[in-house]
C-alpha cells in the first residue's frame, strides 16, 4: 500500500505570510495527488488535483506543485479564512482513498 | 447542484450496530463511484470504504474488513454503510463522497462532493 507523509504535522503563520506544505508518497505516483482543506466542524473541501490543477472557485493564492513522490501545497498570501487542516490523498492506486496525516494551519 | 445528505449516526454501545446512510439529491449518483471517510476526535480524515457505480467492486480499510459493509441503491440515489462489531475506536464523523473523474477523458480522481457528515460515538 502506498503511504503519504506530510510535514510539518502543524504550523503557525500569520496573515499575507507564504505557508508551504509537503508531502511525500511512499512510491512514486506520477502526479496523481489531490489536497484537501477542512475547517473545523465542516466536510472537506477538494482544492487542487493531479498535484498542480485548482479546483473550480479555489482562490489563486492556492497553488499546488511535484510529482513522482514530493509534492507541495503553497499559499502564497495566507488570508484569515484558509487557516485549517489539509490533506494530501493518492489517487495513483485502486481504491483511491490514502491520505496523509494532515498539516493544522494556525494563527500565530 | 449535487448535496449528500448523511445520516443514521448516534450513540451506540460496543459489539453493537448501526447503518448510515447517504442520500445523493443530485442526478449522477448512478454514474460516480462513492466513498465512506472518517475522523476520529483528534485524527486526521481516515478513508474507511469505496463502491463503484455498480456495486461490483468494494475496498475496505484493514481496520473495517469483516464488520462495515459498503452498499448502494442507485433508485434512490443512496448510499449505505452498515458498520456491525462496532469498537470505541470507530467513534468519529463519518462523511459520504463523490468520487469524481476530475481531469476529463482522464484516470485523475478525486473525492469532489462531500456530505456534512454524521456522528458515531461508540461508548457503554
Known amino acids: 500500500d502506498i503511504q503519504m507523509t506530510q510535514s510539518p504535522s502543524s504550523l503557525s503563520a500569520s496573515v499575507g505570510d507564504r505557508v508551504t506544505i509537503t508531502c511525500r508518497a511512499s512510491q512514486s505516483i506520477d502526479s496523481y495527488l489531490n489536497w484537501y482543506q477542512q475547517k473545523p466542524g465542516k466536510a472537506p473541501k477538494l482544492l487542487i488535483y493531479?498535484?498542480?490543477s485548482l479546483q473550480s472557485g479555489v482562490p489563486l493564492r492556492f497553488s499546488g506543485s511535484g510529482s513522482g513522490t514530493d509534492f507541495t501545497l503553497t499559499i502564497s498570501s495566507l488570508q484569515p479564512e484558509d487557516f485549517a487542516t489539509y490533506y494530501c490523498q493518492q489517487s495513483y492506486s485502486t481504491p483511491l482513498g490514502t491520505f496523509g496525516q494532515g498539516t493544522r494551519l494556525e494563527i500565530k | 447542484e449535487v448535496q449528500l445528505v448523511e445520516s443514521g449516526g448516534g450513540l451506540v454501545q460496543p459489539g453493537g450496530s448501526l447503518r448510515l446512510s447517504c442520500v445523493d439529491s443530485?442526478?449522477?449518483?448512478?454514474?460516480?463511484?462513492m466513498s465512506w471517510v472518517r475522523r476520529a476526535p483528534g485524527k486526521g480524515l481516515e478513508w474507511v470504504a469505496n463502491i463503484n457505480p455498480d456495486a461490483s467492486e468494494k475496498y475496505y480499510v484493514d481496520s473495517v474488513k469483516g464488520r462495515f459493509t459498503i452498499s448502494r441503491d442507485n433508485a434512490k440515489n443512496s448510499l449505505y454503510l452498515q458498520m456491525n462489531s462496532l469498537r470505541a475506536e470507530d467513534t468519529a464523523v463519518y462523511y459520504c463522497a463523490r468520487i469524481s473523474i476530475v481531469v476529463e477523458s482522464s484516470d485523475y480522481y478525486g473525492m469532489d462532493v462531500w456530505g456534512q457528515g454524521t456522528t458515531v460515538t461508540v461508548s457503554s
Open positions: 443530485g442526478f449522477t449518483f448512478s454514474s460516480n463511484s
Open positions: 493531479a498535484a498542480s
